[in-house]
C-alpha cells in the first residue's frame, strides 16, 4: 500500500514533470516565431512564422538555418484562390547603397500592392520611419517590387505573410540595407504585432545582438495578431485587403526543404507596387 507521503511525493514529482513540458513546449514556441520572422528572419518574415523574416523575421541569410527549416505548414487541399500573374519578370536591380531622402516626412504616404490575389492599400508612417518610407517610394518608382511572388506564409505561432524578395528564394534584396526604425511604436503593446501591422523582415540575432539594421526590401504583412520581440521596424498599416490575406492564408502553406521557406499555397505576385504622396 502506498503511503500519503508516498502519494504525495508521487503527485508533485508528476506536477513537475507537467510544468517542464510545458516550458519546454513554450521555449519551442518561441524559437519557432522568431525564426519565422528573421526569415533566415526570419519575418518573415522566415518559415514557421516567417520568425521574417533572421533571427526572427528576417531575410534570410544565405546559409539555411535550423530555425527556418523547423516550422512547418499543414498543406491545404484548397482550391488556389488566386489569379495568375501579369506578363513580366522580376526585377534584377541592385545598388550600392541607401537612396538619398526624398520623401516629405510630413506628409502622408501610402503604398498600393496589386496582386494576384486583390489589392492591398497601406497607410505609410513617413514621420516615425523615415529611411523605411523613403527606400519604398524608391524601390516601387524603380519597378523592384513588381511581379515579386511573396514567399512565405506563416500560420503557426505568428501570423504573417512575407515579401519583397524578386527572387522568391527569402535571400534576395535591393543591395543596400536601411537602420530599424519605429521599435518603440505605441501600438507595439506586449510585443504583440498587431493584426493590420506591416514591418521589415531583417537578420537580427537577439541572442548575440548581431545584425543590427539589416532591413533590405524584404516585409511582412501581419494578417492575425503575432507575439514577436520588438527588433522589426512597423512602418505602415493596413487600410484595405485584410481580406485579402485572410484568403491567402486560409489556402494555407506547404514547406519548401529546399530553401526551408513555406511558400503560400495561393499564388500570390505583386504585380505592381506604387507608393504616392497624398
Keep these: 500500500m502506498v503511503s500519503s507521503e508516498q502519494r ?36 518573415v518574415l522566415a518559415a514557421g512564422g516567417a520568425y521574417a523574416a533572421a533571427g526572427g523575421l528576417a531575410a534570410d541569410d544565405k546559409k539555411k538555418d535550423d530555425a527556418a527549416s523547423e516550422p512547418s505548414a499543414t498543406p491545404s487541399k484548397a482550391p488556389d484562390p488566386c489569379e495568375k500573374p501579369q506578363k513580366g519578370e522580376p526585377s534584377k536591380k541592385q ?14 504616404y501610402t503604398m498600393t500592392l496589386e496582386t494576384t490575389c486583390g489589392d492591398i492599400g497601406i497607410e505609410l508612417n513617413a514621420a516615425k520611419a523615415p529611411h523605411t518610407v523613403n527606400s519604398f517610394k524608391f ?5 523592384f517590387l513588381d511581379h515579386s511572388p511573396c514567399h512565405r506564409l506563416v500560420t503557426e505561432g505568428i501570423h504573417v505573410l512575407q515579401c ?15 537602420p530599424d526604425e519605429n521599435l518603440k ?22 541572442q548575440t545582438g548581431e545584425n543590427r539594421d539589416s532591413g533590405g526590401s524584404q516585409f511582412f504583412l501581419v ?12 512602418f505602415g498599416k493596413i487600410t484595405e485587403g485584410m481580406d485579402v490575406l485572410q484568403k ?18 495561393a499564388t500570390v505576385v505583386i504585380d505592381k507596387a506604387e507608393v504616392r504622396k497624398q
Design 8 to 43: 504525495r511525493k508521487q503527485l508533485a514529482r508528476e506536477k513537475y514533470l507537467r510544468q517542464q513540458k510545458r516550458r519546454a513546449e513554450a521555449r519551442r514556441k518561441a524559437r519557432i516565431r522568431t525564426a519565422a520572422v528573421a526569415g533566415g528572419l526570419v519575418l
Design 95 to 108: 545598388w550600392d547603397k541607401e537612396p538619398k531622402m526624398s520623401i516629405d516626412t510630413s506628409a502622408d
Design 139 to 143: 524601390l516601387a518608382d524603380q519597378g
Design 164 to 178: 519583397g524578395d524578386p527572387t522568391g528564394t527569402g535571400q534576395g534584396g535591393p543591395g543596400y540595407t536601411i
Design 185 to 206: 511604436a505605441p501600438e507595439l503593446k506586449g510585443d504583440v504585432y498587431p493584426a493590420g501591422t506591416v514591418a521589415m523582415a531583417n537578420r537580427y540575432n537577439a
Design 223 to 234: 494578417y492575425k495578431d503575432s507575439k514577436l520581440p520588438p527588433d522589426y521596424t512597423p
Design 248 to 265: 491567402i492564408a486560409k489556402a494555407g502553406s506547404t514547406p519548401d526543404p529546399q530553401t526551408g521557406n513555406t511558400p503560400p499555397n
